[in-house]
């Protein structure tokens, strides 16, 4: 009776041995055999890292909370500003599509053109971008448009309009953000500020400030700015006095209130329409005695650069503290 109890259990556990040793087996079967699988997971989990920060939410300029799933791989700009900005955070092949007015990088000539303030939707949903960046006037006005580009599986996102450096500074964190390129943001608003700081150092030296008269559009509709503008802010920062700073954005006056004005520096931002600026303002009856036109002190500036809201900005204000001050600034 006890060796039966002995065989019978005794044959239990070899069937136990037995199991146990396949089961073993069969898990050893699984383990790489020359690495190939566990170089499959690390490229995995190393895939899966570079692009960690998505999904991401961010909130855009229309106060939308706008949650984007994946990397962009495609992207239409309808507005110039905005196309500087993902160029120069490193998307330009990444861009198919832009509005009428984008001419720079030059490389942005020659992208598929998706219309202005009026979008050409039938061009955008065939080109069917992962990304599009609006402004705040489209949404205001083509709402119903942009809601059918979200259905598409367009994520939609409305930078708004700039007037400042500092606003300048949160689309480029923005656009950033979106398309996962923040480093890259980082360092152009980097050197945007230290550059601006490096004006402001040196104009602490100035002493006798110049009057300045900015014009963005010829006779005889002649339009100026006024404060909360970039060129308001850029002649601040080199300690100039605008000398329409009495007047809010951007203002239509006579040449008879110019005159009065009396700058000591003319700018004009128009010569990329118009032939030879400076000929005109210096040619205008009536103003001999204005001191910028009696010493020829008129200068003409690339518009872009100091209007559009974008990182060339802080090339614009350069640009205008050697013209103002060039005993300060050209050495």
């Known amino acids: 009776m006890i060796k039966q109890y002995v065989r019978k259990w005794g044959l239990l556990s070899f069937v136990l041995l037995l199991i146990l040793s396949i089961a073993t087996g069969c898990g050893a079967q699984e383990q790489p055999i020359n690495g190939e699988e566990s170089n499959s997971l690390s490229n995995d989990i190393e895939n899966k890292d570079d692009n960690s920060i998505f999904p991401v939410t961010?909130?855009?300029d229309?106060?939308?909370?706008?949650v984007i799933e994946k990397e962009p791989e495609s992207i239409v700009s309808i507005q110039a500003s905005n196309t500087e900005i993902a160029f120069a955070l490193g998307l330009g092949e990444k861009i198919i599509g832009v509005s009428d007015y984008c001419n720079y990088p030059e490389e942005a000539l020659d992208i598929t053109k998706v219309g202005g303030q009026d979008i050409k939707a039938e061009v955008v949903f065939s080109l069917l971008p992962d990304m599009a960046f609006v402004t705040d006037y489209?949404?205001?006005?083509?709402?119903?448009?942009?809601?059918?580009?979200?259905?598409?599986g367009i994520d939609v996102i409305v930078v708004g309009s700039a007037t400042s450096f500092k606003d300048v500074y949160g689309n480029i964190e923005m656009i950033a953000k979106a398309t996962g390129t923040q480093e890259v943001a980082e360092e152009i608003i980097t050197d945007m500020k230290e550059r601006h700081q490096a004006i402001k150092d040196k104009a602490k030296?100035?002493?006798?400030?110049?009057?300045?008269?900015?014009?963005?559009?010829?006779?005889p509709d002649i339009f100026t700015t006024g404060t909360n503008t970039f060129m308001h802010e850029m002649l601040e920062s080199i300690h100039a006095i605008n000398v329409a700073q009495d007047h809010e954005g951007w203002v239509k006056l006579n040449e008879e209130e110019i005159v009065q004005l009396n700058p000591d520096v003319?700018?004009?931002?128009?010569?990329?329409y118009i032939d030879?600026?400076?000929?005109?303002?210096?040619?205008?009856?009536?103003?001999?005695?204005?001191?910028?036109?009696?010493n020829e002190l008129v200068f003409d500036v690339d518009s872009d650069t100091v209007t559009r809201p974008?990182?060339?900005?802080?090339e614009g204000?350069?640009?205008?503290?050697?013209?103002?001050?060039p005993e300060v600034f050209s050495q």
Not at 138 to 149: S, V
Not at 310 to 314: K, T, V
């Open 317 to 325: 204000v350069e640009t205008l503290a050697e013209f103002i001050y």
């Open 62 to 66: 229309a106060n939308r909370e706008v």
């Open 205 to 219: 030296a100035i002493t006798d400030q110049k009057k300045v008269w900015v014009e963005v559009a010829p006779a």
């Open 276 to 294: 030879n600026p400076k000929e005109q303002v210096l040619s205008r009856e009536g103003w001999a005695e204005v001191p910028a036109v009696k």
């Open 266 to 272: 003319i700018i004009t931002t128009y010569g990329y």
């Open 58 to 60: 961010i909130i855009d």
């Open 138 to 152: 489209h949404y205001n006005t083509h709402p119903d448009l942009l809601k059918q580009f979200e259905e598409a």
């Open 310 to 314: 974008g990182p060339r900005l802080i």
